[in-house]
């Protein structure tokens, strides 16, 4: 199998596991999840009412029956988190799979720094109105959005799979860290992965950004389970004006950390309210992986 292939392969398989883990192992996996009882009590400090999401999918998981080893085993190797014996500087320890967040020299995110200013070529979007479904997989909100969407780079085109976010942002700009990022995930044909970043701060109280209001309108109630929603969004209404950008070969910040990635970081932040970047800490306090080591590779920027 092509590496580019075995990328998407294990993305799509980290999922899949995570989508199709058995309830009985998902219910054991709470029970002794340190970073989950670490959400709840985050959860619990920032919350300002009784009856918010935030307390509804911190609510303590009912007791598991015991979990048979196998089944213990493969959620132990699936699982990882943001903190402690999970967190990223134990990925790599956690599933064999995961070597490349340990000894990976193309890792992501990094600090975009005296990039190389260059006519970098225009990234073509084609996106639409899309229907599209959002889930809480226990790591972060990802929009599964509808065939049909994508973009073109450098002669390739890239279709859209989903996209998500972090906070605060993964990638940092000359060591700036904005509050939050969207990363747009694209495949080609081939199965090689491009990933577009759109950072993501706080802006005016009064201008609520149109796109992340539906996503969070459409937030599921409960974990592992996509939520399809009623209405279309589209991703155009989610880009910045002006899409000057930074590239570089990078990985995905999760694991299994998989290189061989195009990132493309749009250069103009685009603003949310402090309400909208509320709803997301609410549920994510902090689900950013550490900046990795640049060792040496090229940024390019638009001038
Ligand atoms: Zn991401």
Redesign the pocket.
Known sequence: MKKSLSVAAACLLALAAQAQEPKEAKEAKEVKEPVEALRQRLAERLSTRGEGAATATAKPARPAKPAKAEAAKAAKAAHWGYAGDIGPDRWAELAPENKLCAVGLRQSPIDLREGLAVDLEPIVFDYRASNFSVLDDGH?VQVNVAPGNGLTVMGRRYELEEF???RPS?ERVNGRQFDM?A?L?HKDAQGRLA?V?VLLERGPDNKPQPLVQTVWANLPLEKGEALQAQVQIDLNQLLPAERGYYTYMGS???PPCSEGVLWMVLRQPVPLTAQQLGVFARLYPMNARPLQAGSGRLIKESQ
């Open positions: 972060t998500h976010f972090h993964e990022v990363h995930t990933v970043a995905l910040t999760t």
